[in-house]
């Protein structure tokens, strides 16, 4: 199949399930997605500390890692580690990130529509909840499959073995799915595909609920109506 079709094709289900369902369909299929989203997490999670014959267990990536320090240490990280929280980029990166986000989450329709449709009641600590819970998706996910993919690139599963991932397939964001094909091959294929997809179509599904929200309450409604 054509890239382009089939990227005309992969948002059909979730166009035509958000026309007829509306913001319910939204925010079943969240939840779906989410529950997905969470069981692919783990089984990357398990798979790499506990059951892979790559790594298998929290010290044999400690060791890895710590040998990846040597070979490539990382410019402005304390003694080059991979393992260490003091890092300039990565205080650059959470400054930037808190204030990207912050902007986001008051810019962004669709946290006011979902906002706005759940019980007042039960608002604030189902977003206290969720922003607790949120955390552990991108330090499980992010943390794992990205020293994953540091830890095994001198494995020769590595795709790319024998050079490193380079600057351009990092910035495409291919560090999970390349941590995945070299933990499961084919089925690590599969399931980051599937990781990709269900987060896409949730997200993609809550925009076009809030777009359509405001051309059809703020404008056609106030103006033509």
């Known amino acids: 199949?054509?890239?382009a079709a089939a990227c005309f094709l992969l948002p059909l289900g979730t166009i035509i399930y958000t026309m007829f369902g509306g913001i319910k369909a939204t925010f079943l299929t969240d939840y779906a997605h989410t529950v997905a989203v969470l069981i692919i997490i783990l089984y990357f999670a398990f798979t790499t500390y506990a059951t892979s014959p790559l790594?298998?267990?929290p010290?044999?990536?400690?060791?890895?890692?710590?040998?990846?320090?040597r070979i490539h240490p990382i410019?402005?990280?304390a003694e080059g580690s991979y393992l260490t929280m003091r890092s300039q980029k990565g205080a650059m990166f959470f400054i930037i990130n808190i204030i990207g986000n912050f902007g986001?989450?008051?810019v962004d329709?669709?946290?006011y529509n979902k906002a706005i449709a759940v019980s007042s009641v039960s608002a604030l600590s189902s977003y206290i909840l969720g922003d607790i819970s949120w955390f552990a998706v991108p330090f499980l996910a992010a943390t794992t499959m990205g020293l994953t993919a540091v830890a095994l690139?001198?494995?020769?599963?590595?795709?790319?073995?024998p050079n490193r991932l380079d600057p351009i397939g990092v910035t495409a964001n291919l560090t999970l799915p390349i941590a995945a094909v070299t933990l499961l091959g084919k089925d690590g294929t599969t399931?980051?595909?599937?990781?990709?997809?269900?987060?896409?179509?949730?997200?993609?599904s809550a925009q076009w609920i809030a777009v359509s929200s405001i051309i059809t309450h703020d404008i056609h409604k106030t103006y033509f109506n």
Request: no cysteine; net charge negative; hydrophobic share 50%.
């Open 1 to 3: 199949m054509h890239i």
């Open 104 to 106: 986001t989450v008051f």
């Open 75 to 77: 410019e402005g990280h």
């Open 109 to 111: 329709d669709a946290y």
């Open 191 to 204: 399931t980051a595909l599937i990781m990709v997809f269900m987060t896409i179509t949730s997200a993609m």
């Open 55 to 57: 790594l298998g267990s």
């Open 153 to 161: 690139e001198n494995n020769p599963a590595f795709p790319s073995y």
């Open 59 to 69: 010290s044999v990536v400690y060791d890895l890692l710590v040998n990846a320090s």
